[in-house]
């Protein structure tokens, strides 16, 4: 049953640490979006990537936030230095462009604190 | 830009009850997918429906269904015998299609109703 995955599942970390977190798309998905969710947003796009390549990243604070595509097969987000105000549950989701489907399959979520 | 209200925060009634989830939507798009997405308590997303905008059909899945309308840019999802594993927080969503892809852009999500479904 092929999945989404990410890690860490939990992150506790101080004020001005870097957070590295880590998702596995889907094997043969072409589109890997992270999304993040609070309280006070909800559910918000910060960036999503097609074929490797950044589409969109204007949800991203730019100054701190950075997401990239090393391979296929691996997308990570980072954030450094990181604020409290970052707390918050971290979506990878993944999908194919060009079938017609259109469904986003859900990794987990990272849970952030920063303390 | 794209919307999605979800006007009902929350949501109680007793189990067996029958149950609609409101969604409202805005776009300037012709062409566009609507989602729900189920939450419960773990916090995992759960896929449950996409709907394309020119397909206004609506749909049975056992006990749930969804009536969408785009005469009133409504998504309505409906929950038939209400059962306690049915309690969540459930999104309606909103998609683009670019038909040079045709397919999976980014959601722009509502706010989401947390139901509940008192036994």
């Known amino acids: 049953d092929a999945r989404v995955t990410q890690t860490p599942r939990h992150k506790v970390t101080e004020m001005g640490q870097e957070v590295t977190m880590r998702c596995q798309p889907i094997?043969?998905?072409?589109?890997v979006f992270w999304y993040r969710q609070t309280m006070m947003q909800g559910l918000e796009l910060l960036a999503y990537?097609?074929?490797?390549?950044?589409?969109?990243d204007s949800g991203m604070p730019k100054d701190r936030f950075s997401a990239e595509m090393p391979d296929a097969t691996l997308a990570t987000l980072k954030i450094q230095p990181s604020e409290p105000r970052d707390s918050a549950v971290y979506f990878c989701a993944s999908g194919t462009a060009g079938d017609g489907n259109g469904e986003q399959f859900f990794g987990p979520g990272t849970r952030l604190t920063v303390l | 830009a794209q919307k999605v209200t979800q006007a009902q925060t929350e949501i109680s009634v007793v189990e067996k009850e029958d149950v609609t989830l409101d969604c409202v939507y805005e776009t300037r798009d012709t062409t566009y997918y609507l989602f729900w997405y189920k939450q419960p308590p773990s916090g995992e997303l759960v896929f449950l429906i996409r709907?394309?905008?020119?397909?206004?059909q609506n749909e049975i899945s056992g006990r749930y269904s969804w009536n969408f309308q785009k005469s009133t840019s409504s998504f309505n999802f409906t929950i038939t015998a209400s059962q306690v594993v049915d309690s969540a927080v459930y999104f309606c969503a909103l998609s683009e299609v670019r038909i040079s892809n045709f397919g999976n852009e980014k959601l722009t999500f509502g706010t989401g109703t947390r139901l509940t479904i008192i036994p």
């Open positions: 094997l043969g998905h072409n589109t």
């Open positions: 990537f097609r074929n490797r390549a950044p589409l969109d």
């Open positions: 709907r394309n905008s020119f397909d206004e």
